[in-house]
């Protein structure tokens, strides 16, 4: 399986399809998907019918929490574009729909429909499969998400991807499919291909100094209604202030968005960590992903060098097995690019490997969680978190179990 990226790029649908076809053209290998990050508010259609027209192959994508990157660098603004392609990849998209009504029913009919693009293909005999996943963050909760996958797919097949942003004004995001924009949806993207991917997660957050304990009370799904027994919301905000998180001129939600709520787990200090993604009128907070009542969660927070840090070794463990990297996706969390601000472009390049004497192709994007199952993975979705999946030229290659 190859890669190449275009962009960050500047510009209308109209140029952006000229340069696509010029660079497509040039590429050695056939190009068989189109993974596209644009930020919120554009004329999506009209770049999405430009990617599709332009290299007539399936489209898949989002919107961002604020960023996409490539091995170029970063842009808030601009659209980002990576090309998989190869004589040794095959590649099956859908879109599970209606997903906030029943995840399990909506990702099943989605995988029904997969599974007969599959079937009616080529297929490649001793080749592994891996999913990719964009979900609308405002329409599922990621542990139900993850869960539905699990149930879904073989044991053995690796699961990465993000639930889309919104460039962090938390009001609604998109999922893409062809020159389609969609809501209240995920879109998988089943790849067929050799070698088999690495894949691991790291975040560097850690439970907030000086902060206080709370105990869930009231929570159903990803709905946290009460902790220690009072409204979550106002619980929260006075422990922001408290910390002295709170600064003038950024919402609520924002703030909580980057100081989530870490829940203690049986694995020493590592912490379940879930995001806030709404504020409810009744003091309710909606949670990216579930906890449990009795669960007890403190406010994390990461210094900016840990995150650094924590972007290193993740392309360190990912990275260091390959031989020669051909791809690296990036699904990175919304918050880290908020914490780092100018200093993302310092992340951008940690995720490059170290070892490498020229920059690999790699595409990237600031999302609302993130989605990683692999063999030996406890959890499936993630908050604060970087995801990032790689692949070689060759077999070699095991991180991430």
């Known amino acids: ?3 190449m990226t275009l962009g960050p790029f500047d510009g209308n649908a109209w140029l952006l399809g000229r340069k696509i076809e010029r660079t497509v053209a040039e590429w050695k290998e056939p190009a068989r998907l189109a993974i596209v990050a644009l930020p919120s508010g554009t004329k999506h259609e009209e770049y999405l019918a430009a ?67 599959v079937s009616s293909g080529s297929g490649r005999s001793g080749a592994t499969s891996s999913i ?48 389609k924009a969609l809501t209240d ?3 998988l993207v089943r790849l067929t291909h050799r070698p088999r991917v690495n ?34 919301a106002r619980v929260y905000e006075e422990e922001l202030s408290r910390l002295g998180f709170r600064s003038s001129g950024e919402g609520l939600l924002q703030t909580m968005a980057k100081h989530a709520l870490g829940a203690k787990t049986p694995f020493g200090e590592a ?11 009744d003091g309710a907070v909606v949670l990216t992903g579930g906890l449990a009542r009795g669960q007890v969660v403190r406010v994390v927070n990461a210094a900016t060098d840990a995150v650094l840090q924590a972007a290193k070794s993740l392309s360190t463990k990912v990275l260091g097995a390959l031989p020669a990297v051909a791809g690296a996706l990036v699904f990175d969390c919304a918050a880290r690019f908020r914490m780092l601000g100018e ?6 390049r940690a995720f490059l490997s170290p070892n490498a004497a020229a920059s690999h192709p790699m595409f990237g994007m600031a999302c ?9 993975s406890v959890e499936g979705f993630h908050n604060t978190s970087a995801v990032m999946v790689a692949w070689g030229d060759s077999e070699q290659g095991t991180a991430g179990g």
């Open 368 to 376: 609302y969680g993130q989605i990683a199952k692999f063999g030996g």
């Open 1 to 3: 399986m190859k890669m």
């Open 343 to 348: 200093r993302y472009r310092e992340e951008v």
């Open 51 to 117: 990617v599709e027209d332009a290299t007539g192959v399936p489209v898949v994508g989002a919107t961002t929490g604020g960023a996409s990157f490539t091995e170029r660098g970063f842009s808030r603004s601009g659209v980002t574009c990576a090309f998989l392609g190869g004589a040794n990849v095959d590649v099956a998209c859908t879109a599970a729909r209606e997903l906030r009504a029943d995840h399990g029913k909506s990702i099943r009919a989605a995988l029904s429909d997969m599974d007969e693009a």
């Open 271 to 281: 912490l379940k960590v879930r995001s806030p993604i709404a504020i409810r009128g």
């Open 199 to 232: 894949i691991d997660v790291v975040h560097g957050f850690r439970a907030a100094e000086g902060g206080r304990d709370f105990t869930i009370t009231d929570i159903e799904r990803n709905v946290l209604r009460t902790l220690d027994g009072q409204p979550a």
């Open 185 to 187: 949806a995920a879109v």
């Open 132 to 179: 990719l996943v964009l979900a609308d963050a405002f329409a599922c909760d990621g542990d139900d998400l993850v869960a539905a996958l699990r149930q879904g797919v073989p044991p053995h097949t690796r699961v990465f991807g993000g639930t889309a942003g919104d460039g962090w004004t938390f009001e609604g995001a998109r999922v893409f499919l062809g020159h």
